[in-house]
């Protein structure tokens, strides 16, 4: 909440708050949260546009918050939403060419999705 810090933009300026059972208090953060799993996970919120707050944060690894960014590409097929890597892992296709048919050759998701790639795809020539 320091308007002089370099992250301030990031969180204060855009108006994320920590909750004020929290911000009083680090064993009531502890009594809502647990100890932290492994010192791999740090404090992560679940909707990146509410506050600091128990409904809303998780112990987390660096990967689950990489894919928990704003600026990620998220892609819903059916009923299942999930950041572009994700996907990318999931369908077996690379990120970059899910990206390159959604943008350059303006597929839908559901056509980006459950197309098997072919070799002139794989290559730089598309």
């Known amino acids: 909440e320091n308007p002089n810090h370099k992250a301030y933009k990031n969180y204060g300026g855009r108006d994320v708050r920590m909750c004020t059972r929290w911000r009083h ?3 009531n ?13 740090s404090i ?7 506050d600091y ?3 809303n944060c998780r112990w ?15 892609l819903t097929l059916g009923n299942v939403t999930m950041c572009l890597s994700e996907w ?6 690379a990120a970059d060419t899910l990206s390159r048919r959604l943008d350059r050759s303006n597929w839908t998701v559901e056509r980006a999705l459950t197309t098997r790639v072919c070799n002139a795809e794989s290559s730089d020539v598309a």
């Not at 953060?29 to 996970?41: I, Q, V, Y």
């Open 60 to 74: 987390a690894t660096r990967m689950e918050q990489n894919r928990n960014k704003r600026t990620n590409r998220l």
């Open 25 to 27: 208090s680090f064993e």
């Open 29 to 41: 953060f502890l009594e809502d949260m647990g100890p932290r799993p492994t010192a791999k996970h």
């Open 88 to 93: 990318s892992e999931k369908v077996g296709v």
């Open 53 to 55: 707050a128990p409904i």
């Open 44 to 50: 992560d919120r679940i909707d990146n546009g509410w």
